[in-house]
């Protein structure tokens, strides 16, 4: 289909609503990101969801913006309570994926002669091969449901992680609305062997350094400094979350046709945000969501205990703490303004993160003055990207951002490129470990087959929807 | 990216793996809906697991499922096999359809418990998904296209 798309700026690109899209599109990106995704269906996409009931502004698409199922990856929608609709595909499979950084007080010299021992440690440490679970952890129904509706609490209470982490979670870590009564049987029994694993695909954990600093007071209101070691964790709500988004795909499917609401694609199926279809799918979620934020928290510990093995330094020494952890497959009920007035709306981030900006009541008192984190992981061979939101983001995102650098090569493409290369040893070149369970995994996940996160952050920055503060540099990287 | 062998059953296995810049495509074909089922199924298991070595089930499980539609049916008949192998690590061997139509399906599956260093995971599948989905008969049988959530 040939879509028209008109340009705003250097950053923006328009959709003029046609057909049955019931507002416009909003794309950011450069020239050249526009004509890469002319080639795939993204943009076709973004038009589907603007024909959803209620959506309230643009239906967005970020920089890092790919074809996805349903809803493109890289895409943000607002729905009014009484017109509007929530759809899994707006959300995704993988529940409340999302991103947590951590800071130490170590310095990357201090890991000298350690990182291999440390590589195989969080490897060993980290459950991420297929059925790999850690053996003391084990979780009565009883437990999962306190999980469900508790999240990263749960795990603090467990003893893993002190409170001061729930401070520094999106949400602290918890969406109360969740009744974990709604999950199906199966989704509760993927969750009990599946709490505490990464994951594979593009799942990780990297040991980082602060390889550079663009924004000396937000670096310093988020404890970073130049080379500094940190960790990110991205993983998210596993087989369970997966589950839950298959069971209430058929409930939406029989929903759209019972409430009349025509779909472009049937991955879009969705419900009034005000029937109990809706209202149960959001509370499903919800519990996928804690799930997730519960292994996130369960996953630092873990990574907590290796560094004082490996380092040999006790917690207050390495200080391993949690600088943020944010959502990117998620919808959620936030109060945003919008056409001269506040409004309670349900935000939908698919592959987006939430950037909320300096002075926002939702973000911790730390960081008030300097907006909310934002973690942009890029590949596993070059840099990722920590930001702040913006106020920018706030009027005309629903106070949202990119997630990533997004995927240009297919998983055969990869495979192709890769060949020939020994790319664990070519890493090893650059200074970076890695280790991998899948056997498939490294190939599929070179560098190449990323867009340059740079770029989209780049394109953040100059849209204003997000201020770049520090580039991370992987060191070790586990991946599932 | 093809699979074009003779299957323990006897069939011919005719499926092909479909690019996708984020995920995978599977499309397959089948003679009948019983064979387009069978394949579907190993070509998923070929996503996930490659060439397996050769074997004789010693597990089984039996699957009744029920779905709105036909593509409603191919999509939960593979995630329950997505659900077998997560939860109870079973590799399936044999798919013994005994009874299927448009809107049901009961199987009896053979299979084997999956071990590291007999098996080796290529990737995980998150899921299968609706998106692009397509179940069609032909004059000559029967084909689907469909994506997995990687």
Redesign the interface.
Same mark, same amino acid.
């Given at each position: 289909m040939k879509i028209r798309i008109d340009r705003i700026d250097a950053c923006r690109w328009r959709i003029p609503p046609f057909g049955k899209m019931r507002t416009e599109g909003l794309v950011f990106a450069t020239e050249k990101m526009l004509r890469a995704l002319e080639q #795939?269906q993204a943009l076709e996409q973004v038009c589907n969801v603007a024909t959803l009931p209620g959506i309230v502004g643009p239906s967005i698409g970020m920089p890092d913006i790919?074809?996805?199922?349903?809803f493109p990856?890289g895409g943000v929608a607002a729905f009014d309570p009484a017109e509007g609709v929530v759809s899994p595909g707006g959300v995704?499979? &993988?529940i409340n994926c999302g991103v947590r950084l951590l800071r130490s007080r170590l310095s990357v010299g201090e890991l000298n002669g350690l990182r291999e021992r440390l590589a195989d440690t969080l490897f060993r440490n980290i459950p991420c091969?297929?059925?790999s679970q850690r053996r003391d952890l084990k979780l009565s129904r009883q437990d999962e449901n306190r999980v469900l509706s508790q999240g990263a609490r749960w795990a603090v209470n467990q003893g893993f992680g002190t409170l001061e982490d729930l401070d520094r979670i999106e949400e602290q870590g918890c969406l109360p609305e969740g009744r974990p009564e709604l999950l199906s049987e199966?989704a509760l #029994?993927?969750g009990r062997? %599946?709490l505490g694993t990464l994951?594979?695909?593009n799942h990780f954990i990297e040991v980082d350094l602060v390889a550079e600093i663009y924004d000396e007071t937000a670096a310093t209101a988020l404890g970073l400094f130049r080379d500094q070691v940190t960790v990110t964790i991205h993983t998210g709500s596993r087989?369970l979350g997966? %589950?839950v988004? &298959?069971d209430f795909?058929?409930v939406m499917?029989?929903a759209s046709q019972k409430y009349g609401i025509e779909l472009p &694609?049937? %991955?879009l199926?969705c419900a009034p945000l005000s029937s109990p279809e809706g209202k149960e799918y959001l509370a499903a979620m919800a519990c996928a969501a804690n799930f997730a934020f519960a292994n996130r928290q369960l996953i630092t510990a873990w990574v907590r205990e290796s560094f004082e093995r490996v380092v040999e330094k006790g917690p207050a020494d390495l200080g391993l703490s949690v600088v943020y952890d944010v959502c990117h497959n998620i919808a959620k009920w936030e109060t945003h303004p919008f056409d001269g007035r506040e409004r309670r709306l349900c935000v939908h981030r698919k592959g987006a993160t939430r950037a909320f900006p300096p002075g926002h009541p939702d973000i911790p008192a730390v960081y008030r003055a300097v907006g909310q984190p934002v973690l942009i992981p890029g590949d596993m061979g070059r840099y990722s990207y920590v930001l702040v939101g913006t106020q920018e983001a706030y009027k005309e995102t629903f106070g949202s951002t990119c997630h990533g650098a997004g995927?240009?090569?297919?998983?055969?493409?990869a495979k192709k490129e890769a060949r020939g290369h020994r790319i664990a040893a070519e890493l090893a070149k650059q200074g970076i470990i890695v280790r991998a369970?899948?056997?498939?995994?490294l190939a #599929?996940e070179i560098s190449a087959a990323y867009k340059d996160v740079a770029e989209v952050v780049g394109v953040v920055q100059e849209a204003g929807i997000g201020k770049i503060v520090a580039r991370l540099q992987p060191l070790i990287v586990i991946k599932? | 990216m093809a699979g074009q062998k003779r299957s323990a059953r006897g069939s011919l296995v005719n499926f092909r793996f479909l690019e996708h810049t984020a995920d995978m495509g599977l499309e397959v074909t089948g003679a009948t809906l019983e064979d387009l089922f069978l394949h579907a199924a190993e070509g998923l298991r070929k996503m996930i697991l490659g060439e397996i070595p050769a074997g004789s089930p010693d597990r089984e499980e039996r699957i009744t499922l029920a779905g709105e539609d036909v593509e409603e049916l191919l999509v939960t008949w593979l995630n329950e096999l997505l659900f077998l192998f997560e939860t109870r690590r079973f590799v399936p061997l044999t798919f013994g359809i005994k009874r299927i139509g448009r809107e049901e399906l009961t199987a009896l599956v053979g299979g084997t418990t999956f071990a590291e260093g007999r098996f080796r995971v290529l990737r995980e599948v998150k899921a299968v998904t609706y998106h692009l989905l397509t179940v069609e008969k032909k004059n000559r049988g029967w084909r689907a296209r469909l994506y997995v959530d990687l």
């Open positions: #795939e790919h074809w996805g199922y349903g990856i995704g499979y &993988d091969g297929v059925g199966k #029994e993927r062997s %599946q994951g594979s695909g087989g997966h %589950q988004c &298959d795909l058929r499917h029989r &694609d049937r %991955q199926c995927r240009v090569m297919s998983r055969h493409a369970a899948g056997y498939a995994t #599929e599932g | -």
